[in-house]
């Protein structure tokens, strides 16, 4: 009923800023947390970046101060902002809306962020 779709990726130096969308299709009854992960090679899937219905923000600490997560509820899209970009972000990232695919294990493909020195 709800499909989810992550773009912006992109291959980048160190130091740059990109910026990914979730678009979410389909009937949406209500939004509530929305959330980012992300897998590197080799390694696990990892949370990122959070936002609750209340618009409240958690992140990675890997990530705190350079990355910024926002939603547009109209647009039932959430972004993310990513700065000052590092080659440790390198990872395929997933998002995720009210704990859908965190429940189901679906990540589908996401969409890939290369960062190289």
């Known amino acids: 009923q709800v499909r989810l779709m992550e773009s912006g990726g992109g291959l980048v130096q160190a130091g740059d800023s990109l910026t990914l969308s979730c678009a979410a299709f389909g009937s949406i009854q209500s939004i509530g947390a929305m959330v980012w992960y992300r897998q590197a090679p080799g390694n696990k899937l990892d949370f990122v970046a959070r936002?609750?219905?209340?618009?409240?923000?958690h992140y990675a600490d890997s990530v705190k101060g350079r990355f910024t997560i926002s939603r547009n509820n109209a647009k039932n899209t959430m972004y993310l902002q990513m700065n000052s970009l590092k080659p440790e972000d390198t990872a395929v990232y997933h998002c995720?809306?009210?704990?859908?695919?965190?429940?189901?294990?679906?990540w589908g493909q996401g969409t890939q962020v290369i960062v190289s020195s």
């Open positions: 995720d809306i009210n704990n859908e695919r965190l429940s189901s294990g679906s």
């Open positions: 936002i609750t219905s209340s618009g409240s923000t």
